[in-house]
């Protein structure tokens, strides 16, 4: 079964600094996707970003880019130029290709620090 | 834009009480899907919907049962609440199953459950 971690329950930043999040996963399959979500104190989930396993480029999404290690199964979040609105609970995720298993890991807490 | 509409937002139940928690979407999408979420635990999948008149078992499905009500709705019943359910549910959907290729899965805002 897949499985997702995600080491640091809790991490702050100051405003206008980067951040790393880290993610790591673990399946056999060859081809998946990954994706951040965010969830802010309004519990809404939102789709940050989304990487597909068979593209080498790493995704990007203005201040958001990820650092996807396929041979590692890792999958960081890297957050440019903090801001505070970027305060909120981060999940990575793993989908397989045809959907078949959905899995979350437990969250990282971000704080963004004035 | 409504995207994705949780009925209640907060709800506290006794012990062996039901209800029905209610999910609709107004972005014409086929698939539908209810998890819970609980600390450190992150998202878990009780059930899930990939069309119309389709309804599977997800990671966490016992204690709970699911109606696709139509195209648009899609709810979720406790049918005797135990402690164990509090958490706080999430309904998603997308437009093909488990939001692939360029359609991704859009979140409710979520549906805090306690249970004394």
């Known amino acids: 079964a897949q499985t997702v971690t995600q080491s640091q329950p809790e991490m702050s930043v100051q405003e206008a600094e980067t951040v790393t999040l880290s993610c790591t996963y673990d399946t056999s399959e060859s081809n998946y996707y990954l994706f951040w979500y965010k969830q802010p104190p309004s519990r809404q989930m939102i789709l940050v970003i989304r990487?597909?396993?068979?593209?080498?480029q790493n995704a990007t999404e203005n201040r958001f880019s990820v650092n996807f290690q396929k041979a590692a199964k890792s999958f960081s979040l890297k957050i440019s130029d903090s801001q505070l609105g970027d305060t909120a609970m981060y999940f990575c995720a793993f989908m397989s290709l045809y959907g078949q298993n959905f899995v979350f890991g437990p969250g990282t807490r971000l704080s963004v620090l004035p | 834009n409504a995207g994705v509409t949780q009925t209640p937002k907060f709800q506290v139940l006794k012990t062996g009480q039901s209800m029905t928690l209610q999910c609709a979407q107004d972005m014409n999408h086929n698939s539908m899907y209810w998890y819970r979420q609980d600390p450190g635990m992150g998202l878990r999948l009780i059930y899930y919907?990939?069309?119309?008149?389709t309804t599977d078992k997800g990671e966490v499905p016992n204690g709970y049962n699911v109606s696709r009500l139509n195209k648009r709705e899609f709810s979720l019943r406790l049918e005797s609440a135990a402690p164990s359910q509090t958490s706080v549910y999430f309904c998603?959907?997308?437009?093909?199953?488990w939001g692939t290729g360029n359609q991704p899965q859009h979140f409710g805002d979520g549906t805090r459950l306690s249970i004394l």
């Open positions: 998603a959907s997308s437009a093909d199953p």
């Open positions: 919907s990939a069309s119309e008149g």
């Open positions: 990487q597909e396993a068979y593209k080498q």
